[in-house]
């Protein structure tokens, strides 16, 4: 697998509308895995940057190290994964150096199956977000749900781990901003970029049968 570069990080934000921004937030994250397979998805889908709370991920990932590592494409060496205290801070005036890079405008979007919240199709994703995740054994508290300009959910029949949701609802941005961005021909350059060195593998060409008269 590739490594991640800034060149590829490059052509990705060019999938994207202007004045895009994208920051994952993950609530008290368990799971080297799955933090690596979000790290991962934020590599393929343009993220801005990474943050989570809690320190169950920190104290796992010293003793599990390399082993399992799901980013494989090494996207921490280019998007920021970054431990802060609360995202209730989010809401403060005064935030911590960490955060001062989000735009004012950027909306708090809290996704997991909460009672009330917006099924993901039908969802209008805001130019600037971020989106809140709960963890692999729990869901985000209610104090930052409660300060959350939405809350969505995936409608699926059974929860899918951490790493999958993030993936559908990145899936779900970029293909809703492609649709608005009338951006809808196959992108070659983009293939070629992105797959493994080992596919090399083209759609055929058919020949178009003309029927005599």
């Known amino acids: 697998m590739a490594k991640l570069l800034l060149s590829s990080i490059a052509l990705g934000k060019d999938l994207l509308e202007e ?70 801070q989010l809401k403060q005036p005064n935030m911590e150096q960490q955060l001062e890079n989000l735009p004012d405008s950027t909306k708090i979007i809290c996704v997991d199956l909460v009672e009330g919240a917006i099924p993901l199709p039908l969802f209008q994703h805001p130019d600037q977000a971020i989106y809140i995740f709960g963890p692999e054994d729990g869901t985000i508290t209610q104090t930052v749900i409660d300060q959350a300009d939405d809350v969505v959910y995936v409608p699926t029949v059974g929860c899918m781990n951490l790493a999958a949701t993030v993936n559908v609802l990145l899936y779900d941005r970029l293909a809703k901003s492609l649709v608005k961005q009338d951006k809808l021909d196959t992108d070659n350059t983009l293939i070629r970029k992105s797959r493994d060195t080992n596919n090399q593998a083209k759609v055929k060409t058919k020949a178009v049968k003309v029927n005599a008269t």
């Not at 993950?26 to 801005?48: E, F, I, T």
């Not at 990932?61 to 920021?80: E, H």
């Open 19 to 88: 004045n895009s921004h994208v920051t994952i937030g993950l609530s008290n994250p368990k799971s080297p895995s799955n933090v690596g397979g979000v790290m991962r998805a934020a590599g393929c889908y343009s993220v801005d940057k990474v943050l989570y709370t809690g320190r169950r991920y920190a104290h796992a990932a010293k003793f599990i190290g390399s082993k399992n590592n799901t980013d494989t494409q090494q996207s921490r060496d280019q998007i920021p994964l970054v431990a802060i205290e609360d995202f209730l």
